[in-house]
């Protein structure tokens, strides 16, 4: 049973570049959400994907963007990159989204912005 | 929105120690959930904890919903279970997003 798949692990942008990250959820599941981690800090929702809608969204500006596949992969897409952008992008699974279900995550995509 | 605060931010302990983390959150929750961090950056799944307790071998957790905590024990730590705890929840009026404390970090020297 695949988990949660990220691509890739590592990226280094230059700032006002573009990015697209990807994520394939576990299997038998139909929600992603995104994270960022900062440095020493705990994950900080973006947004969450559930039947290719964008469902909830954290405090992030509009230069973070997402879209949901039929198969449930996903994509976050970061426009105008900032140094501050520099974070580890974690992507969750589960199942579901209006019930509290357990969510696993990937081994995450680290962003460099130079 | 729904505050999570950990404690202790930091924990050295000998191989073969016990500890308690701790994890307060300000609001009523659908879902709890403790997290393991290793060096490469993986959370893994330690527990699914809403209420009530559950063990899994040397580890185990307790969440008091009424009283807004929840605790995880690690029994006769080991080296390789050092690294940052999570404790992570669903408020009840936040949909399902999960909202992380600051997290643990353990280090257990040999």
């Known amino acids: 049973d695949a988990g949660v798949t990220q691509s890739p692990t590592h990226l280094i942008k230059t700032r006002g570049q573009q990015v697209t990250l990807r994520c394939s959820p576990k299997?038998?599941?139909?929600?992603v959400s995104w994270y960022q981690q900062a440095l020493g800090q705990g994950p900080q929702f973006i947004f969450q994907?559930?039947?290719?809608?964008?469902?909830q969204r954290g405090n992030f500006p509009d230069r973070f963007s997402g879209h949901q596949f039929p198969n449930y992969s996903s994509e976050l897409n970061v426009n105008a990159l900032l140094l501050g952008d520099s974070a580890l992008y974690l992507c969750?699974?589960?199942?579901?989204?209006?019930?509290?279900?357990?969510?696993?995550f990937g081994p995450g995509t680290r962003l460099t912005v130079t | 929105g729904i505050q999570v605060e950990q404690s202790p931010p930091d924990l050295i302990l000998q191989e073969g120690a016990n500890s308690t983390l701790r994890c307060n959150f300000s609001?009523?929750?659908?879902?709890l959930q403790w997290f393991h961090q290793n060096p490469w950056g993986q959370l893994i799944n330690l527990f699914y904890?809403?209420?009530g307790t559950k063990q899994n071998g040397r580890l185990s957790a307790t969440t008091v919903a009424t009283e807004r905590y929840s605790l995880l024990y690690i029994s006769s730590s080991q080296t390789t279970d050092s690294g940052v705890y999570f404790c992570?929840?669903?408020?009840?009026?936040?949909?399902?997003?999960?909202?992380f404390g600051e997290g643990t970090q353990l280090t257990v020297n040999p």
């Open positions: 969750a699974s589960s199942f579901g989204w209006v019930l509290a279900y357990e969510q696993y």
């Open positions: 609001d009523s929750v659908n879902n």
């Open positions: 992570a929840v669903e408020g009840e009026t936040s949909g399902s997003r999960l909202t």
């Open positions: 994907y559930y039947e290719e809608e964008e469902r």
């Open positions: 904890i809403p209420s």
């Open positions: 299997s038998g599941h139909d929600t």
